[in-house]
T-cell receptor, first 113, second 116 residues
Framework: SQELEQSPQSLIVQEGKNLTINCTSS?????LYWYKQKYGEGLIFLMM?????EEKSHEKITAKLDEKKQQSSLHITASQPSHAGIYLC?????????????FGQGTELSVKP | GAGVSQSPRYKVAKRGQDVALRCDPI?????LFWYQQALGQGPEFLTY????????KSGLPSDRFFAERPEGSVSTLKIQRTQQEDSAVYLC??????????????FGPGTRLLVL
């Protein structure tokens, strides 16, 4: 079965600093999703990547999927306190259909003002 | 439009009690998913509906867990004879399509279940 490993598990950065969160899969990633979760709340969709080498950006957050489609990274530029939360990567385990997602364990981000 | 809603938001149950958790998906969404999230972990898949049909229940941990979506919209996750290990956040998600294509799942706020 497919497993997703996120690193680091937790991260504390000073406001204004850049940071990167990684998500590594044991198998090919056919659809890779990034979500953000605040304590006590549900998951907020950030971005979805499908193609090897694909890169998407939204405001100060950029997500990339490597060419081999086994690793994704989430990069935040000039972090702000509003970026704090738990970042989760999720993946479709199937090639040609949507369905259940497999998630990593999450990366907890704290941003110090 | 309204997002996915779940109720109750918090539930405290005594061990052995039955509980029912409700999910209202985004209107018109065909697919509905239930996930269980233990503290400090990512969500784990429980079950999946396409309209009223339960297409995958491979993630349900035991026969004490039962889910239904009788009219293809609202879904209920029922846990019978709750155990302490059932304590978790139960997340519901919905997506527009029928699973044949890859689509974004939109999550509700979750129900936090604590079994004493």
């Amino acid at each position: 079965s497919q497993e997703l490993e996120q690193s680091p598990q937790s991260l504390i950065v000073q406001e204004g600093k850049n940071l990167t969160i990684n998500c590594t899969s044991s198998k090919t990633l056919y659809g890779l999703y990034w979500y953000k979760q605040k304590y006590g709340e549900g998951l907020i969709f950030l971005m979805m990547l499908q193609k090897g080498g694909e890169e998407k950006s939204h405001e100060k957050i950029t997500a990339k999927l490597d060419e081999k489609k086994q690793q994704s990274s989430l990069h935040i530029t000039a972090s702000q306190p509003s970026h704090a939360g738990i970042y989760l990567c999720g993946a479709d385990p199937f090639y040609n259909q949507g369905g259940k997602l497999i998630f990593g364990q999450g990366t907890e981000l704290s941003v110090k003002p | 439009g309204a997002g996915v809603s779940q109720s109750p938001r918090y539930k405290v149950a005594k061990r052995g009690q039955d509980v029912a958790l409700r999910c209202d998906p985004i209107s018109g969404h065909v697919s509905l998913f239930w996930y269980q999230q233990a503290l400090g972990q990512g969500p784990e898949f429980l079950t999946y509906f396409q309209n009223e049909a339960q297409l995958d229940k491979s993630g349900l941990p035991s026969d004490r867990f039962f889910a239904e979506r009788p009219e293809g919209s609202v879904s209920t996750l029922k846990i019978q004879r709750t155990q302490q290990e059932d304590s978790a956040v139960y997340l519901c998600a919905s997506s527009l399509g029928g699973g044949a294509i890859r689509e974004t799942q939109y999550f509700g706020p979750g129900t936090r279940l604590l079994v004493l």
